[in-house]
């Protein structure tokens, strides 16, 4: 993974939600890269902070929820070039030009609830015309010009060229006659085809990246392993970056290269996902791993809980998050100091008191 | 959807019948009839021949006839446009409504584009910018609206008007217009007069809608389909108008269907007691007191009506705008 396939940098994230009862800690200082073309997986049970994570990377972190320190750098590059400028996502308007351009055109997003991902009151077409009207350009081809420079010149698609891209699209997911099911409205379609529908709109921009929040999660065990086989051809085909967040270990282990674990709004482990399986470091990858039912079943596993309660986000436990859970719990040790994010060998890093001299 | 329309007007014509039987039941209810008042006054006027016409005023109404045979016999005539005769005027009673039918559909009318009109834009804005002082300003406005009564806020603007700016208030036309034909001339002096009931009806469904329509947007913009067209990379404007105002509107139709129109109807009738406006409502209320049968069942039939056409078109609205309903 050379410097230069570097595509999102996120570094020492901090994102609050300042509610009536206290300030939550959402995500608290999360590092890590998204390379071109790879797919990043992020896992953790729910509530830790994935989806806040994954809005940061847009810019649309919810009310009242802030980025109180770090940023989320993107490294943007024209299609065709090799040139790359730097944007600081966290810096930008939230509502201003440049990330608006990010958003849909260059990063897009899938989510946990296809029933409710659409609008009701417009159809299939409607919701991909949208956005290919706003991302997506056509070269201006001038009949007998043979230079290559003239390509540079764009131009907007017209509705017709918009709805042919939207039933091709629409196809490449997998949807049966997409010629009548641009036309249909989101309750017509079962959970599964507006999944591939949301699928259509997000790669209908040619994104360099995609975020999958949970895009399974909703979904039948057959139909989800469907929804994959189409992330990871459109992925091939695109070279387009992944952000795979589940809680579902049996799917990351055949999506992800590389594979990110949170705890309570922090990242406890980061390794491959070879690693991650084979040699996990903290105690909690290990009680995640314990948790996944073994004989066979590969697909449709969810993360069983884990002993223990998931803390009150207003009353975190002093030290280590994770030492009142710990069966490797070191009194004296884990509830008196918060451990420090180290590298342990190569690109396998993690943050506990287990490896550290104190 | 044509069948969709067709079955709503068999139950609309049945439920025409149904409230015009009802309301005859209910009128002829009470001890008494309008006969027994009028000897009673021909009496006190010292009329001394009161007891031998009473026989004649019982054929010339058809009170003679058993109650069936007095309303079948109305119905019939209603239909044919002859609505019958009022006992306390003595003339048909298609006259005495008049015009008073046009003025109340213009009255609800322009309660009704008031209302939407102001209601909209202020819960939008209540429910966008959720917390600011604009907010709670329009809150305070729409709660004082929600509990001040209708006839309340006309008298205090006939008290307004006649004290502060020397006018007057009444009516919804100037003495030379009153009884003159349509003319330009008169449709803008019933414009010029035509706003204050509007408002004076408008205020007090405004508040309820304000809060209605601020809680319809706070809770559409929660919906995950919001956060999806903004991660398409949509201004937040577009995403604001075109997905959730456009979502958190629908359940208002259905509410002006079920709700506003029977409102303003009933509302206006009020305040256009109290500011001597030329509608059903006063001549209504008045029947009812003069237990003044065709009368009060006529105007019961057209506020039906109202009401029934009032409901089809919310509901014909409201499948337009939505596929949910219209393609089911
Ligand atoms: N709108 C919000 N208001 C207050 N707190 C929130 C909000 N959204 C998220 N949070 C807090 O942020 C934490 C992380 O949320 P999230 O990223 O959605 O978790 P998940 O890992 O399940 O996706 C939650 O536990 C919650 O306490
Ligand atoms: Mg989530």
Known sequence: ?358 | MLNYILRRLVYAAIMIVLVSFVSFVIIKLPPGDFLTQKVEQLRARGDRSAEARIEDYRIRYGLDRPFIEQYVGWVTKFVQGDFGESFEYERPVKDLLGERLTMTVILALATLIFTWAIAIPLGVYSAVKQYSIGDQIISVFSFIGLGMPGFLLALLILYFAITVLNQEATGLFSQQYVDAPWSIGRVLDLLNHLWIPAIVSAVTGTGGLIRIMRGNLLETLGQPFIEAARARGLANRTVIWKHAVRMAINPLIVILGSEAIPSIITGNALVSIVLNLPTIGPLFVESLRKLDMYMAGTCIVFFTLLLLIGNLLADLVLAWVDPRIRLE
């Not at chain 1, 509530?47 to 009242?64: E, F, N, Y």
């Not at chain 1, 946990?112 to 009207?133: C, D, F, K, W």
């Not at chain 1, 009548?180 to 209908?204: E, F």
Request: proline share 6%.
């Open chain 1, 1 to 358: 993974m050379t410097a230069n396939e570097l595509l999102v940098q996120i570094q020492n994230l901090r994102v609050e939600f300042d509610v009536r009862a206290g300030i939550v800690k959402a995500v608290d200082g999360v590092t890590f890269d998204i390379y071109r073309g790879q797919t990043l997986g992020v896992i953790g049970e729910s509530g830790c902070g994935k989806s806040i994570t994954a809005r940061a990377i847009l810019q649309m972190v919810p009310k009242p929820g802030k980025i109180t320190a770090g940023q989320v750098l993107y490294h943007r590059r024209a299609k065709g070039s090799t040139q790359t400028d730097v944007i600081n996502i966290s810096k930008l308007d939230p509502d201003g030009q440049l990330i608006r351009e990010i958003r849909g055109g260059e990063i897009g997003m899938i989510f946990q609830e296809p029933m409710s991902s659409l609008t009701p009151v417009y159809n299939a077409g409607s919701h991909i015309n949208e956005a290919v009207s706003l991302h997506r350009l056509m070269p201006l081809r001038k009949v007998g010009d043979q230079m290559a420079e003239t390509i540079r010149a764009h131009r907007k698609v017209t509705k017709e060229e918009s709805r042919q891209i939207a039933i091709e699209m629409l196809r490449r997911v997998g949807i049966p006659k997409p010629e009548q099911r641009v036309d249909s409205y989101p309750h017509q379609l079962s959970g599964g085809q507006r999944q591939r529908v949301m699928i259509a709109i997000a790669l209908s921009c040619q994104p360099v990246m995609l975020i999958a929040d949970e895009p399974t999660t909703a979904l039948d065990v057959s139909i989800e392993a469907q929804i994959l086989d189409i992330m990871r051809e459109m992925q091939r085909n695109e070279n387009m970056a992944i952000m795979f967040i589940t809680h579902n270990l049996g799917v990351i282990a055949e999506m992800a290269k590389e594979i990110v674990v949170m705890y309570m709004g922090k990242q406890v482990e980061r390794a491959s996902t070879v690693d991650i399986f084979y040699d996990p470091k903290h105690p909690y990858t290990r009680a995640l791993l314990q948790s996944i039912p073994k004989v066979g079943r590969k697909t449709g596993t969810r993360l069983a809980s884990i002993e223990g309660m998931v803390p009150d986000p207003f009353n975190l436990p002093t030290g280590c998050v994770f030492h009142p859970r710990c069966p490797s719990f070191m009194p004296g040790k884990c509830d008196k100091i918060a451990p420090t994010w180290k590298q342990l060998v190569g690109d396998h890093w993690v943050s506990c008191l287990l490896y550290e001299e104190v």
